[in-house]
């Protein structure tokens, strides 16, 4: 089982659209990074969270700690929003911190 | 600053041969990842370093692959010998760490090496 699971895998909507990703982790974490990765390659990354909610323009991230549980939320989507999103965790341990990554979700607006 | 850069940009080898993939980070960052990324596994953290020293290689997947970061300002990846599995994405990213206050461990990607080994 992964550590890191990110729903739903692929997720295809109209430009305009609120778009909700979704990410279950299952160790203990320090932080939470959105991370997007856009067809040609490059990879950015949108947020990091250890608690509640940040914004960045149309993209909001909230974090559940209780609940282990993140969710990036995309409102007034846009064809431009296209691109694979991926959460990644950072744990805490004896050797420093530890890694996990999502599989990633495939985000397609249509125009 | 020009952020984190990478070379190659493309690297195609034939199995057998070495190939060394360099990164330079953002100035300042006190860690570097370096992440394979393949449509098989997705993402994958192969080792990371704080302060050139190198905390967690529990990623790299054998004993072909090595990292070393002999500066503040390089690192690279080595793979000996390459095999047609290794064909993958390579990035490198950057963090400033704790010092970096609110975004201490969020990290800056490179554009990546595309390798393929044949």
């Known amino acids: 089982k992964n550590e890191v699971e990110q729903s739903p895998q692929n997720l295809t909507a109209q430009e305009g659209e609120f778009i909700t990703i979704n990410c279950s982790y299952s160790?203990?974490?320090?932080?939470l990074h959105w991370l997007q990765q856009h067809p040609g390659g490059g990879i950015v990354s949108l947020f990091m969270l250890s608690s509640g909610k940040k914004k960045h323009g149309r993209l909001i991230a909230t974090i559940n700690i209780q609940e282990k549980h993140s969710s990036l939320h995309i409102t007034a989507s846009h064809p431009r929003d296209s691109a694979v999103y991926i959460c990644a965790v950072r744990s805490e341990s004896r050797i420093g911190n530890q890694f996990y990554f999502g599989t990633g979700t495939s985000l397609t607006v249509i125009p | 600053d020009a952020g984190v850069i990478q070379s190659p940009r493309h690297e195609v080898t034939e199995m057998g041969q070495e190939v060394t993939l360099r990164c330079k980070p953002i100035?300042?960052?006190?860690?570097l990842f370096w992440y394979r990324q393949t449509m098989m596994r997705g993402l994958e953290l192969l080792i990371y370093?704080?302060?050139?020293?190198?905390?967690?290689d529990s990623g790299m997947p054998e004993d072909r692959f090595s990292a070393k970061m002999p500066n503040a300002s390089f690192s690279t990846l080595k793979i000996q010998p390459s095999e047609p599995r290794d064909s993958a994405v390579y990035f490198c990213?950057?963090?400033?760490?704790?010092?970096?206050?609110?975004?201490?461990?969020?990290?800056?990607f490179g554009p990546g090496t595309r390798l393929t080994v044949t």
């Open positions: 990213a950057s963090s400033p760490g704790l010092a970096g206050g609110r975004g201490s461990y969020e990290q800056y």
């Open positions: 100035s300042g960052h006190d860690y």
């Open positions: 160790v203990g974490i320090s932080a």
């Open positions: 370093f704080n302060n050139n020293v190198p905390i967690d």
